[in-house]
C-alpha cells in the first residue's frame, strides 16, 4: 500500500498574530485528495517563541505551554479539515521518544490504523521526552524524514512559503548528489517564523538521504497544494534520492 506524505509549513499556516485563519481555511480545501495520505504540519509562530523560551532556560521544563501552542494550532486545523473529511489528531508528545535531538521510538500503530480507516492522521511538530535531554523539539521536517523511513511511501511533498530552495539567486530544479555540498555549504536566514528547528537547510538535512524522492514547493500559490495530491507538477526543487546518509 503505497502512501503520500505531505508537510504544511508552519510559515503558511501562520503569521505574527498566531493561526492565520484564512490561510488554514484555504489549505484545508485544497486537501481533498487524502487517499492514503499522512499529513504533517510545522508550527510557524504558534510554539517557536514557547520553544525559544523553554530551550533557554533548561532547569525548567515547561513542557505542556509549548505543546498546548502547537496542539491549540493543530486543533484549529483538523477544525477546517473536519468539515471535509474524517481526520484524527496525533501528538508526537505522547508516541515519541527522542535520543539527543532525534527520534528513537515512535509508535506509528495509530497512523496504520487510521489509515486503514480512511481516515486522515495530523502531526505536527511538538515538543517530546528525551532519553538525554530530558525534553527535546522535534520538527514537522525531522517526522517527515522519520515517517518516509517508516512507512512504505512513494511520495512525499513539503509546502512552505517560498518556491523553493535558492542557490545564486534562482530555485534551484533539484538537489542531487553533485551540487548537495555548494546548497549544504550557502548561508541560509532563518525564515520570516524564526524557525529554532533549522529552517530551509533543516529541512534539506531531513530530506537528503532519503530512498525516495521528495519536493520543497510553494504552499501558499493557491492551488499548488491540490495540484501536489493530485500527481500535478507544482515547480519547486526535487530533493533525489541518495545513498549518502550521513552529513
Ligand atoms: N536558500 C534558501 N532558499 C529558500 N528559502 C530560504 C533560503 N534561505 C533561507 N530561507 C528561508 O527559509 C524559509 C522556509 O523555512 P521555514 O520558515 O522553516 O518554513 P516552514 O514553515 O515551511 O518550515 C523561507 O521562508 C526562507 O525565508
Ligand atoms: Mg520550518
Redesign the pocket.
Known amino acids: 500500500m503505497n502512501k503520500t506524505l505531505l ?1 504544511i ?4 499556516l501562520t503569521n505574527k498574530t498566531g493561526a492565520d485563519i484564512s490561510s488554514i481555511k484555504r489549505i484545508a480545501k485544497e486537501i481533498t485528495n487524502k487517499n492514503k495520505l499522512v499529513l504533517v504540519h ?1 508550527a ?1 509562530y504558534c510554539g517557536h517563541p514557547e520553544a525559544d523560551r523553554l530551550l533557554g532556560k533548561s532547569e525548567i521544563c515547561d513542557i505542556y505551554n509549548t505543546h498546548r501552542a502547537v496542539s491549540k494550532l493543530n486543533s484549529i486545523f483538523l477544525d477546517f479539515l473536519s468539515d471535509e473529511i474524517p481526520v484524527v489528531p496525533i501528538h508526537p508528545l505522547n508516541v515519541v521518544i527522542a535520543n539527543d535531538g532525534r527520534i528513537t521510538a515512535f509508535d506509528i500503530n495509530c497512523i496504520k490504523n487510521a489509515l486503514e480507516n480512511d481516515i486522515l492522521p495530523v502531526i505536527h511538530g511538538d515538543i517530546v521526552f528525551d532519553r538525554v535531554r530530558k525534553f527535546c523539539i522535534v ?3 525531522q517526522i517527515i524524514s522519520y515517517l518516509a523511513r517508516r512507512l512504505d511511501v512513494d511520495k512525499v511533498g ?5 518556491d ?4 545564486d539567486g534562482k530555485v534551484l530544479e533539484e538537489i542531487t548528489e553533485k551540487n548537495i555540498s555548494k546548497v549544504l555549504n ?1 548561508d ?6 524564526h ?1 529554532v ?7 534539506i538535512k531531513e530530506l537528503w538521504g532519503l530512498s525516495v524522492e521528495s519536493v520543497i514547493f510553494n ?1 501558499s500559490t493557491v492551488g499548488n497544494i491540490n495540484r501536489f495530491l493530485s500527481g500535478e507538477p507544482v515547480g519547486g526543487t526535487i530533493i533525489k534520492p541518495s545513498r549518502i546518509e550521513d552529513l
Open positions: 508537510k509549513g508552519g510559515s503558511i510545522g510557524g520538527s514537522g521536517d513539503l509546502a512552505t512559503d517560498v523553493g530552495v535558492y542557490l550557502q541560509y536566514h532563518l525564515g520570516k517564523t524557525d528547528t533549522g529552517g530551509m537547510l533543516g529541512k504552499g
